[in-house]
């Protein structure tokens, strides 16, 4: 998801904040974890009821595989980059908090689109940008980053 918001009131330079996309809610992912849990304790009841003393062990191991994998998804799609845009700096930020991974004036930036890949280079030092996010979102960021670039040197690229 790209985000677009402008750094001054007059319009010269921008902030993109990128997410990725997320199918769930909190409270979905909750839901979902109840449901495969409760068919997996279900399966293992019957299971128990036919003779398999194993099955709620096996159940409980499954309940605490399933709720790490939704947790690391859930995890994953907290991720976010930030990237400003003004007249005299391109900064991107990877992480919120962090210091800037990439810092340069946006005369030198040149913006490089590769299979699958959108990255911002500069003076030898180079930084890939919304890799989460989906071949089509790749493609918008790559055409909104050119324009906010180039108007913010005052040229077209």
């Known amino acids: 998801m790209i985000e677009m918001l402008r ?10 904040r990128l997410r990725p996309p997320r199918a769930l809610s909190a409270r979905q992912f909750v839901l979902l974890f109840a449901a495969l849990a409760g068919a997996m304790w279900f399966t ?19 309940s605490f595989l399933v709720a790490a994998a939704l947790r690391c998804t859930w995890r ?10 003004g007249p005299d700096c391109v900064e991107v930020t990877l992480a919120h908090g962090q210091p800037p991974a990439f810092r ?3 005369y030198w ?5 590769g299979d699958e890949t959108v990255r911002l280079v500069s003076s030898g030092r180079q ?23 180039a108007a913010s040197n005052g040229c077209h690229r």
């Open 7 to 16: 750094l001054f009131p007059d319009g010269s330079g921008a902030r993109l």
């Open 44 to 62: 293992a009841g019957l299971g128990w009821l036919s003779g398999n003393v194993f099955a709620p062990l096996f159940a409980l191991l499954h």
């Open 76 to 85: 994953s799609g907290e991720r976010r980059e930030e990237i400003r845009v």
């Open 104 to 106: 340069a004036h946006p």
């Open 109 to 113: 930036v040149r913006l490089v689109t």
């Open 127 to 149: 930084v890939e940008v919304g890799s989460f996010l989906a071949p089509a979102e790749r493609q918008q960021l790559a055409r909104t980053l050119e324009s906010l670039l």
